[in-house]
């Protein structure tokens, strides 16, 4: 198996196997110069970015449009462990039967127990369990993900990490926040070590708390950010920065299906740890989409690793030419793949 030279921990939101570096970011005059492109783009968009589809009512708000299925994309690389954990999650979500969803497991090149694993869950789970695996030739997140992406049939995409369980209400709440002509980007809370240990010593019984109880876990010290957990009613100031593509993760990131093919998926091109998510934001406002926020509604909890630091990302160069061009294709995108260049279980 290929070693990941560079990256060989595992990354704040990918898994356990690659490196998570502090990852340098473009510089303030770019960010500038980034912000004032997507206010141009905004006043060059037609107002009816989705013709057909966003509807409005007669205050000029768009009608929500709610998913008929939704494709739960997990990342994953050598951790069996914390994907048993997400997977039992994920397996326990609270529906009201109207919407259905799948779960496809994004594997960069993971070895045998991972596959293993998947097979001894796909029985138990209440939905779809699929294996996209591609070979171990480095970290490969934004390919792995493209590769997912060819394996999915939900109109409404969440992507998420291997380290991150959900609670039962998650795919509810990217449901109720969908809405036409946007992305929701989500919170993470990051459960403390001791915790942690816990869980993973029975996934079963820590798959089963809601809201309440992880709520009054993380004010006792089990987690940060406990008012993460509350869920607030409504769209109080998910509005609020449509624009902005800083903070946006793929932890915790929903979008329709037809953006995704709007843009072509992820850059390929990114490899090593940093700012894949960043290029693929940008060039989802520049097509027209905005930002909703997910926060106080849709929250992962991120299982406690170790978390390397100090290493620039190889990827800093190639976001800031993105930044620099009026770009919203990938140079390489889920165009340039075919169902057969990849293993699919």
């Not at 798959?207 to 992880?214: K, Q, S």
């Not at 998910?238 to 992820?266: E, S, Y």
């Not at 060039?283 to 849709?298: E, M, T």
Request: include cysteine; charge should be positive; aromatic fraction near 8%.
């Amino acid at each position: 198996m290929a070693s990941h030279d560079a990256f060989i921990a595992f990354s704040d939101c990918h898994q356990i196997n690659h490196l998570s570096p502090v990852v340098a970011t473009p510089s303030t005059e770019r960010i500038g110069a980034c912000r004032r492109q997507v206010g141009w783009f905004r006043a060059n968009e037609s107002r009816s970015l989705h013709r057909g589809v966003v509807r409005h009512d007669g205050w000029g708000a768009p009608v929500k449009t709610a998913p008929a299925k939704i494709s739960v994309i997990v990342s994953t690389y050598n951790s069996p462990v914390f994907l048993e954990m997400v997977l039992r999650s994920l397996a326990r979500q609270h529906l009201d039967g109207h919407t259905a969803y799948e779960v496809v497991v994004a594997d960069d090149g993971s070895g045998g127990e991972t596959r293993a694993l998947i097979e001894r869950l796909r029985p138990e789970m209440p939905c779809p369990l699929l294996h996209a695996w591609q070979p171990d030739t480095g970290f490969r997140l934004a390919e792995s993900r493209n590769n997912a992406l060819l394996q999915a049939s939900g109109d409404y995409v969440v992507f998420m990490d291997g380290d991150c369980m959900v609670l039962p209400d998650f795919i509810a709440t990217h449901a109720r926040l969908a809405e036409r002509g946007w992305f929701v980007a989500g919170a993470r809370c990051y459960i403390k070590q001791g915790q942690t240990r816990k869980m993973l010593a029975d996934p079963l019984a820590w798959t089963r708390p809601g809201r309440l109880a992880w709520f009054a876990r993380a004010l006792l010290g089990g987690a940060n950010r406990p008012f993460q957990l509350i869920s607030l009613p409504g769209n109080w100031r998910r509005h609020r920065h449509p624009d902005r593509w800083q903070r946006v993760q793929t932890c915790n990131l929903a979008v329709w299906r037809d953006d995704i093919d709007r843009v072509d998926g992820f850059d390929a091109t990114y490899v090593g740890h940093g700012l894949e998510d960043s290029d693929f934001t940008l060039r989802l406002l520049r097509a027209g989409l905005r930002r909703k926020s997910g926060r106080f509604a849709s929250v992962v909890l991120h299982l406690w690793h170790p978390r390397p630091t100090g290493t620039r990302s190889p990827n800093v160069e190639r976001f800031e030419a993105l930044v620099a061009s009026d770009r919203q294709r990938p140079v390489i995108g889920i165009s340039h793949l075919t169902p057969a260049d990849k293993e699919i279980a």
